[in-house]
């Protein structure tokens, strides 16, 4: 199985910008970074690390017109793949002359700021920046709905390609947990790396991408949502335990987007009654927040990430366990695992950008016992362009899995 390795650097869209800006009646989009402090500028215009950028630079996109490329003078080469015209700076007198000249006429530009940093991934621009452009007589608003638009649309294309991804997860959890029946029943050792491992076999089988081994949680590990068992360090399965299965891949190609999913099962022919109650709460909660996204989209209204997490951590409060819930709802999801789009969130952050049509996040509530069990149920949803909410993969999870059953 071969990983990606290198950085992907995509092609940077000047009319599609300009048609975002236009539609979001926003003058223009300024974008800054000082030594790498912006990586979503520094995406947005195929700019790598590996370029020796020592000083700070501004690139404003207006919505009609030429781009500006404000640069220090021994550094404007990293700039010339990018259309626009070069304003090279050398004294600090100069460089404030340039963003004057070219601000000038624009009302209101985007910058990567989130007011009261309420969505941190996007405040990426100090505050000091933000005092120096507004010093020049210019409303700053948020770029948070416009990297959105920008950065988390899916392709036909991709949504296409991601179907059998997503439906090879499900197959291959079935797949562990057969695994993990087959060797219980013929009383042969098994512990979560076992699991793990089996699971990376059938990604390399199937030519599937993934960052990180899956999590395998059993009992009380499964209840931290970050552990994942090691070589070095992992827990037995025997009967009457309690498993967490979390998986994530995606073809392995720069422009694939990800499927992800959480599953829980029990080894015995039957699942305890105190597994079967908290899975229940757990699945209304997550079934709850997808008919929220289901029932906005139908009528044509507005929808924010903070309102999914509150709809899902709303279920798991009212039934008595919402210190238990101890994460967000779920993220976006494109060619990062983690996108760059709008997170369920009002627990962690407020995210307050748009759920757009094209877009997909997953949707993963949780409740975790410490020293016993955790469940967490996940699945991913994707928005048409056409405004139809689904999940993709073959089903949700609707039950505890009896594994010896």
């Known amino acids: 199985m071969s990983f990606q390795s290198e950085e992907i650097v995509k092609k940077f869209n000047l009319k599609k910008v300009q048609e975002i800006l236009t539609n979001m009646n926003i003058d223009a989009w300024l974008l800054y970074d000082f030594r790498f402090s912006n990586e979503l500028a520094l995406t947005m215009l195929g700019i790598t690390k590996k370029s020796h950028l020592t000083r700070r630079f501004y690139y404003l996109i ?84 416009l990297i959105s638009m920008y950065n988390a649309l899916w392709t036909k294309e991709q949504f296409n390609e991601n179907k059998p991804v997503a439906n090879a997860l499900n197959d291959i959890v079935y797949k562990a947990f057969d695994f993990i029946k087959k060797k219980i029943e013929n009383s042969k050792s098994i512990t979560e790396y076992d699991v793990q491992q089996f699971m990376m076999d059938e990604f390399k089988r199937r030519e599937l991408f993934t960052d ?93 990430g903070y309102e999914v997490d509150a709809s899902a951590r709303n279920v798991i409060e009212q039934a008595g366990y919402g210190k238990y819930f101890i994460h967000r709802t779920g993220h976006s999801i494109t060619t990062d695992l983690h996108g760059s789009g709008a997170h369920m969130d009002n627990f962690e952050t407020k995210d307050e950008r748009l759920l757009l049509p094209s877009t997909s996040f997953s949707i993963e509530p949780g409740i975790y016992l410490p020293g016993k069990f955790g469940v967490r149920s996940e699945i991913d949803v994707f928005i048409t362009n056409t405004g139809k909410v689904m999940f993709t993969g073959k089903e949700k999870q609707k039950e505890v899995v009896a594994i010896l059953g």
């Open 62 to 145: 207006p919505k009609h017109g030429e781009p500006k490329k404000i640069a220090n003078a021994i550094e404007t080469f990293h700039f010339d793949h990018l259309p626009g015209k070069k304003l090279p700076y050398a004294s600090y007198d100069s460089l404030i002359d340039n963003l004057r000249s070219s601000l000038l006429g624009i009302k209101k530009v985007a910058m990567e700021y989130s007011p009261l940093n309420a969505i941190p991934y996007v405040s990426r621009v100090d505050a000091g920046t933000i005092e120096q452009i507004r010093s020049l007589g210019v409303e700053i608003v948020s770029s948070a709905d």
């Open 212 to 304: 990180d081994p899956p999590i395998v949680g059993v009992n009380e590990n499964s209840a931290n949502p970050h552990y994942t068992p090691s070589r070095e360090v992992n827990k037995k399965i025997k009967t009457g335990d309690f498993i967490l299965i979390d998986l994530w891949a995606k073809v392995n190609s720069e422009d694939a987007v990800w499927a992800d999913i959480t599953w829980v099962g029990f080894v015995g022919n039957s699942v305890p009654d105190e597994y079967t109650e908290i899975f229940n709460i757990v699945a209304e909660a997550r079934d709850t927040a997808f008919d929220l996204v289901c029932s906005r989209f139908k009528q044509g209204n507005e929808i924010r």
